[in-house]
């Protein structure tokens, strides 16, 4: 982290009459600076006040100095206690202020050292708009500590005595409810003189005349601690470095209970975790529709769940012929998919009982449809309840085995290969049976597609080259594959070639590609291996193929083309009739004559080259029985390759892939199972 003084996290200010939230980065850089942020858990001490919480910060090793003397309204400045910073428990503290003025600044200037973002408030009719400084304040607190807060401690006389903090109180209190987490701080208050029991009672009887919200709806329990010195003058110094002790102590036991709670509830996050979720919660700050913080859904925001999984379940558990299989066979590898789906590496580990509730539950009850989930020629069935309730006690099982240390994938490996016999008979051209997610993309010879996804998390990265992975074999039925793949790297662009055609003409587009890989000059390294999609149309469409399926280079494409083409692009013949073939033949010999044949053989075939030469010529090519889909040379050079066609019956256009289509797609577009060497048959 950069050596820097400032502090500030979040700040409101006012432009234009609105109000604005200024957010830096100053969460994930505090919390990146930690040693190891991975496995370290921070708790987190929310301090309210000013003179008085100087000196707690300082007694927590925690100095403020300029430029961070001040706080305004709804302005929040985090550190991170040295004590324990280099432990698995950090304190990360949050320090703010409720000053006695009711105005708010400017919008600062974008410092050197940090990020900052602006954001307005959103003034939406459904919701209720901060009116003044103080409720902005209110707001911030409300939508951004407290979901986080292990101990909220205000110092009441900074913030001018018990009745300021019941009239907060009593704010955030009739505020909306800030998180669904059933994990509620501790409110410590502060005070310099007095007796707790009574300022304690004064403190809660306030609130009571304020609202009807009582204290323990949102926070866990209510504590008051005073600093004030009744013994003599002799012992007056070191009993109050005693009540400051007794404070520090009380902080301390208050947030070990809140961590021990947070294991319980799966909340408690590590100090990656709590940067990324701060960052969610300040991005929606701004929105005053925004729903209470949902720590769950916010770590699958990046990540959600398929929209089409009830669809490729649905695929999968057509293979199901009965009960037994049902049970047996389908449960453990939905169950085990879901896993997958939910816990990558470096997930948070929630229970996985919150996590099939609002993730799939809906999708498994509506799965089996409105009534069961029957199946032919037997009288057992399994209700959508009964099915649902089934996966999540099967996930909730093979979850305990995440807990201690495996990961998702290698428990999900394991689990597949379990039932190699029942995936020998199974195949889709639709859905991934690896995850269950997606449509599958690469084809080895067994048959089981596996998606992009898959071969990421499953095949091995190669040790001269981290972007070509290596597929020994099949997850599913465990058959020798030997397939390679390049993935494409998640910050690269892509890089496009299309090549035209023209029939016979179509060697140009070659030629002009050989003067390209001759400029480049990479020995070793033909051209096409520099593109990421390679499309083509009629003779274009076979110098793809070429190219990247079969992987030839352009020496060979354009030496095989010459031959290849005459055979491919042979015009359509003079019929052979008896008597006025002859005569036929001869006016075919007049220019005229025979553009107005070949303009009404055109019209008449609507196709300028008869579909049997062609057909030939690809086949001679690419072989008689294999695969556009099939695993190629274009998926070793991560060329994602397309053909523009169109059909021979009603001419209707088509665009075939090596990719299997991956994408989104309309409901009424599907996919023609037609091989490779009729990929091309009616190329005009």
């Given at each position: 982290?950069?050596?820097?003084?400032?502090?500030?996290?979040?700040?409101?200010?006012?432009?234009?009459?609105?109000?604005?939230?200024?957010?830096?980065?100053?969460?994930?850089?505090?919390?990146?600076?930690?040693?190891?942020?991975?496995?370290?858990?921070?708790?987190?001490?929310?301090?309210?006040?000013?003179?008085?919480?100087?000196?707690?910060?300082?007694?927590?090793?925690?100095?403020?100095?300029?430029?961070?003397?001040?706080?305004?309204?709804?302005?929040?400045?985090?550190?991170?206690?040295?004590?324990?910073?280099?432990?698995?428990?950090?304190?990360?503290?949050?320090?703010?202020?409720?000053?006695?003025?009711?105005?708010?600044?400017?919008?600062?200037?974008?410092?050197?050292?940090?990020?900052?973002?602006?954001?307005?408030?959103?003034?939406?009719?459904?919701?209720?708009?901060?009116?003044?400084?103080?409720?902005?304040?209110?707001?911030?607190?409300?939508?951004?500590?407290?979901?986080?807060?292990?101990?909220?401690?205000?110092?009441?006389?900074?913030?001018?005595?018990?009745?300021?903090?019941?009239?907060?109180?009593?704010?955030?209190?009739?505020?909306?409810?800030?998180?669904?987490?059933?994990?509620?701080?501790?409110?410590?208050?502060?005070?310099?003189?007095?007796?707790?029991?009574?300022?304690?009672?004064?403190?809660?009887?306030?609130?009571?005349?304020?609202?009807?919200?009582?204290?323990?709806?949102?926070?866990?329990?209510?504590?008051?601690?005073?600093?004030?010195?009744?013994?003599?003058?002799?012992?007056?110094?070191?009993?109050?470095?005693?009540?400051?002790?007794?404070?520090?102590?009380?902080?301390?036991?208050?947030?070990?209970?809140?961590?021990?709670?947070?294991?319980?509830?799966?909340?408690?996050?590590?100090?990656?975790?709590?940067?990324?979720?701060?960052?969610?919660?300040?991005?929606?700050?701004?929105?005053?529709?925004?729903?209470?913080?949902?720590?769950?859904?916010?770590?699958?925001?990046?990540?959600?769940?398929?929209?089409?999984?009830?669809?490729?379940?649905?695929?999968?558990?057509?293979?199901?012929?009965?009960?037994?299989?049902?049970?047996?066979?389908?449960?453990?590898?939905?169950?085990?998919?879901?896993?997958?789906?939910?816990?990558?590496?470096?997930?948070?580990?929630?229970?996985?009982?919150?996590?099939?509730?609002?993730?799939?539950?809906?999708?498994?009850?509506?799965?089996?449809?409105?009534?069961?989930?029957?199946?032919?020629?037997?009288?057992?069935?399994?209700?959508?309840?009964?099915?649902?309730?089934?996966?999540?006690?099967?996930?909730?099982?093979?979850?305990?085995?995440?807990?201690?240390?495996?990961?998702?994938?290698?428990?999900?490996?394991?689990?597949?290969?379990?039932?190699?016999?029942d995936w020998r008979r199974l195949r889709s051209d639709s859905t991934c049976f690896h995850c269950?997610?997606?449509?599958?993309?690469?084809?080895?010879?067994?048959?089981?597609?596996?998606?992009?996804?898959?071969?990421?998390?499953?095949?091995?990265?190669?040790?001269?080259?981290?972007?070509?992975?290596?597929?020994?074999?099949?997850?599913?039925?465990?058959?020798?594959?030997?397939?390679?793949?390049?993935?494409?790297?998640?910050?690269?662009?892509?890089?496009?070639?299309?090549?035209?055609?023209?029939?016979?003409?179509?060697?140009?587009?070659?030629?002009?590609?050989?003067?390209?890989?001759?400029?480049?000059?990479?020995?070793?390294?033909?051209?096409?291996?520099?593109?990421?999609?390679?499309?083509?149309?009629?003779?274009?469409?076979?110098?793809?193929?070429?190219?990247?399926?079969?992987?030839?280079?352009?020496?060979?494409?354009?030496?095989?083309?010459?031959?290849?083409?005459?055979?491919?692009?042979?015009?359509?013949?003079?019929?052979?009739?008896?008597?006025?073939?002859?005569?036929?033949?001869?006016?075919?010999?007049?220019?005229?004559?025979?553009?107005?044949?070949?303009?009404?053989?055109?019209?008449?075939?609507?196709?300028?080259?008869?579909?049997?030469?062609?057909?030939?010529?690809?086949?001679?090519?690419?072989?008689?029985?294999?695969?556009?889909?099939?695993?190629?040379?274009?998926?070793?050079?991560?060329?994602?390759?397309?053909?523009?066609?169109?059909?021979?019956?009603?001419?209707?256009?088509?665009?075939?892939?090596?990719?299997?289509?991956?994408?989104?797609?309309?409901?009424?577009?599907?996919?023609?199972?037609?091989?490779?060497?009729?990929?091309?048959?009616?190329?005009?």
């Amino acid at each position: 982290m950069t050596r820097c003084k400032h502090t500030g996290w979040l700040r409101v200010s006012t432009k234009d009459q609105a109000y604005v939230i200024e957010s830096s980065d100053r969460a994930q850089r505090l919390l990146d600076s930690l040693p190891r942020p991975d496995s370290q858990y921070p708790s987190t001490l929310v301090l309210v006040g000013n003179a008085t919480k100087r000196v707690a910060m300082q007694r927590l090793g925690v100095d403020i100095t300029p430029p961070n003397t001040t706080r305004g309204h709804g302005e929040i400045h985090l550190s991170l206690a040295p004590v324990g910073a280099s432990g698995g428990r950090p304190t990360l503290i949050a320090d703010a202020d409720i000053p006695h003025h009711k105005r708010l600044g400017r919008p600062r200037k974008s410092t050197l050292c940090h990020e900052l973002v602006t954001r307005s408030i959103s003034t939406a009719h459904s919701a209720t708009i901060p009116s003044t400084a103080v409720a902005s304040g209110d707001h911030v607190y409300n939508r951004t500590l407290f979901p986080f807060a292990d101990v909220v401690c205000l110092f009441a006389d900074d913030v001018g005595g018990v009745e300021v903090v019941a009239q907060r109180l009593a704010s955030w209190l009739t505020l909306e409810t800030p998180s669904t987490s059933s994990v509620r701080p501790w409110l410590v208050v502060v005070t310099n003189g007095g007796e707790e029991s009574s300022a304690r009672n004064q403190l809660l009887q306030a609130v009571r005349k304020r609202t009807n919200v009582h204290a323990s709806e949102r926070f866990h329990g209510v504590r008051v601690i005073s600093l004030a010195d009744t013994s003599p003058k002799s012992l007056r110094r070191r009993l109050h470095s005693l009540r400051w002790d007794i404070l520090s102590n009380e902080l301390s036991y208050m947030a070990e209970t809140k961590r021990v709670e947070r294991v319980l509830a799966s909340c408690l996050f590590s100090a990656t975790h709590l940067a990324g979720l701060l960052r969610h919660a300040t991005a929606q700050l701004g929105d005053a529709d925004a729903p209470p913080l949902n720590f769950l859904a916010l770590s699958r925001l990046d990540n959600p769940v398929a929209a089409d999984l009830q669809a490729h379940l649905a695929r999968f558990l057509t293979h199901c012929d009965s009960v037994d299989a049902l049970k047996r066979f389908a449960v453990p590898v939905i169950a085990s998919s879901f896993l997958l789906d939910h816990y990558p590496p470096g997930m948070h580990l929630f229970d996985p009982r919150d996590v099939f509730q609002m993730f799939y539950k809906d999708v498994c009850y509506n799965v089996c449809g409105a009534a069961v989930l029957a199946h032919e020629g037997s009288t057992d069935f399994v209700l959508p309840s009964q099915f649902s309730k089934m996966i999540e006690a099967q996930m909730t099982r093979m979850f305990r085995q995440l807990t201690m240390g495996q990961s998702a994938a290698s428990l999900h490996r394991q689990l597949v290969a379990a039932f190699a016999e029942d995936w020998r008979r199974l195949r889709s051209d639709s859905t991934c049976f690896h995850c269950l997610r997606r449509r599958p993309q690469f084809f080895p010879e067994c048959g089981h597609g596996q998606c992009m996804d898959c071969v990421k998390i499953f095949g091995v990265a190669s040790a001269a080259d981290p972007w070509l992975i290596d597929v020994d074999e099949c997850l599913l039925c465990g058959h020798n594959v030997g397939m390679q793949i390049r993935v494409k790297p998640d910050t690269a662009s892509p890089r496009v070639l299309c090549i035209d055609g023209g029939g016979t003409r179509g060697k140009y587009p070659l030629k002009f590609l050989k003067q390209l890989e001759d400029d480049i000059g990479l020995p070793g390294h033909p051209v096409q291996k520099n593109f990421d999609v390679v499309f083509g149309t009629s003779s274009g469409a076979i110098s793809a193929g070429a190219l990247c399926i079969n992987g030839w280079t352009v020496d060979e494409c354009i030496a095989r083309f010459e031959s290849l083409s005459n055979q491919a692009f042979t015009p359509r013949g003079v019929p052979s009739i008896p008597i006025i073939g002859s005569f036929v033949r001869l006016m075919m010999q007049i220019p005229l004559v025979a553009t107005a044949v070949r303009a009404a053989a055109l019209l008449l075939f609507d196709s300028r080259y008869p579909s049997r030469h062609i057909e030939q010529a690809l086949r001679d090519m690419f072989g008689s029985e294999r695969s556009i889909a099939d695993y190629s040379a274009a998926d070793t050079m991560g060329a994602m390759v397309g053909m523009t066609v169109a059909t021979v019956q009603d001419a209707s256009a088509c665009i075939f892939t090596n990719y299997n289509g991956v994408g989104h797609r309309g409901e009424d577009h599907g996919s023609l199972p037609i091989p490779l060497t009729r990929s091309a048959d009616a190329i005009r």
